[in-house]
């Protein structure tokens, strides 16, 4: 896994995975600004036929942006912090909601991890 802490824009994100392809990681955290919806659906259109993810939602704050990412097909993980969404409630919506798009119940959306 790889932890760009929000730092690169799309094409740097993009650029610099595929370099590290090679080494099979299983996701990109955090590649681009948080909310930046498109550019993380270009990052994960560019990224899955390498078999690399995106994770991102630490730095969500409602249900609205997981619903638009969720929607863009622009997360392969969800990283829910339940004190900055404001608790269950908002937490269970993004479940929901990624039960919905993605056919899978746990933050972890899209693929097994074993």
């Known amino acids: 896994m790889v932890d760009a802490n929000q730092k690169w824009d799309v094409d740097q994100a993009i650029e610099w995975m ?42 969500c704050h409602n249900r609205v942006v997981f619903k638009q990412l969720l929607q863009a097909g622009a997360i392969d993980f969800c990283q829910i912090d339940a004190c900055r969404m404001g608790g269950v409630n908002e937490v269970l919506s993004v479940y929901l909601m990624a039960k919905k798009f993605n056919g899978e119940p746990k933050t972890h959306i899209g693929r097994e991890i074993r």
Do not use: C, F, Q
């Open 18 to 59: 595929k370099e590290l392809a090679p080494y099979k990681p299983l996701w990109i955290e955090e590649p681009t600004s948080p909310d930046d919806i498109l550019g993380h659906n270009t990052i994960a259109k560019a990224l899955r036929p390498l078999g690399i993810g995106v994770a991102t939602g630490e730095m």
